[in-house]
C-alpha cells in the first residue's frame, strides 16, 4: 500500500505562486488532479517514473510545471500566475508502471487532497 502525502496548499491572490508536494516512495508514474466545487475531477499534470515524459492540461500549459526528486521520493507541482479558476482541491495520485497517464481510473493511489484558493 503506497501512502502519498501532499503538502503546500494555501490562499494566494491572482497572479502569486505555490508549490505542492507529494511524497511517495516507489516506482509510480505521478499524477496531480483538480476539483473545483460542483466540478468533475481533472488532470492537471503527469509525470513518468523517469520523469523524462510530462503532460500538461491546457489550461495550465506555461504556468505550471510538475517534476520530481527521486532522491526525496517527492513529485513537486509548481504553480504559477494562479487565477481564480485554478481554486480547487489539489490531489496527487500514483500509478504501478512508469508511464505517463492521464486518465483518473489508471491511478492505483490516492491522497488525500490539499486546498489551493486563489483570490482576484
Known amino acids: 500500500q503506497v501512502q502519498l502525502v501532499e503538502s503546500g496548499g494555501g490562499l494566494v491572490q491572482a497572479g502569486g505562486s505555490l508549490r505542492l508536494s507529494c511524497a511517495a516512495s516507489?516506482?509510480?508514474?505521478m499524477g496531480w488532479f483538480r476539483q473545483a466545487p460542483g466540478k468533475e475531477r481533472e488532470v492537471v499534470a503527469a509525470?513518468?517514473?523517469?520523469?523524462?515524459?510530462?503532460y500538461y492540461a491546457d489550461s495550465v500549459k506555461g504556468r505550471f510545471t510538475i517534476s520530481r526528486d527521486m532522491a526525496k521520493n517527492t513529485v513537486y507541482l509548481q504553480m504559477n500566475s494562479l487565477k481564480p479558476e485554478d481554486t480547487a482541491v489539489y490531489y496527487c495520485?500514483?500509478?504501478?508502471?512508469?508511464?505517463?497517464?492521464?486518465?483518473?481510473?489508471?491511478?492505483?493511489?490516492w491522497g488525500q487532497g490539499t486546498q489551493v484558493t486563489v483570490s482576484p
Open positions: 495520485a500514483a500509478r504501478s508502471g512508469g508511464a505517463v497517464v492521464t486518465r483518473l481510473r489508471e491511478y492505483d493511489y
Open positions: 516507489g516506482r509510480y508514474a
Open positions: 509525470i513518468s517514473w523517469s520523469g523524462g515524459s510530462t
